[in-house]
């Protein structure tokens, strides 16, 4: 989206599950930043495609090439990362999160890790947070006797995360979170059986 002078991209992102999958979770970023390409419709809404290969660029009707990811003003990474926390036990970590140790537990931070090693999200930033852990909670439990205690015994872990890069923040700038960004939202589903040719767009497109 463009905000005056400034170009803002959002990337909502899901990236490969359980503990051991760094390098495929580190694999996701790489992919999307790389490939991640902007195309202006003739309804001058830019749009975002993720290419097969990197190196693809969509151009331009007067053959110029269309911004990528690199060249957006501002880019806000979030979603479910999926990192966790490693060479730290779950009763450790629970310990820890009861007693609200949350800088002892970030030094166990596989995101922050590899994000010094640079290996990931080069050039982005992460506000301190100072809430506990997002992941694993049990369904209809409150408070933070909510996490995991079946059998797996998941070890918390803030798998749910904001990254960004802002061209204009100085590198003494500071950007903190008090506790977790938390939304909720309501869609009505539909169920439909469309005959071999028909189009599931020009369904919905002709009812709303």
Known sequence: M???DRIICFVNCHFAAHMEAVSRRNEDFDHVFRTMTFAAPSSGIMTT???GSTGQLIRGANGSRMPELSDMDMIVFLGDFNYRLYDISYDNAMGLVSRRCFDCLR???QLRAEMRSGRVF?????????FPPTYKFEKYTADLSGYDS???RRIPAWCDRILYRDSRIS???VCSLDCPVVSS????????SLSPGHNAFNFFHNRF
């Open 185 to 192: 939202y309501h869609c009505k589903l539909y169920v439909v």
């Open 150 to 152: 079946s059998e797996k």
């Open 107 to 109: 030094d166990n931070d």
């Open 171 to 173: 590198s003494g700038s």
């Open 49 to 51: 495609s993720v290419s």
């Open 2 to 4: 463009r905000i005056h």
């Open 122 to 130: 080069q050039g982005l930033r992460e506000g301190d947070f100072k």
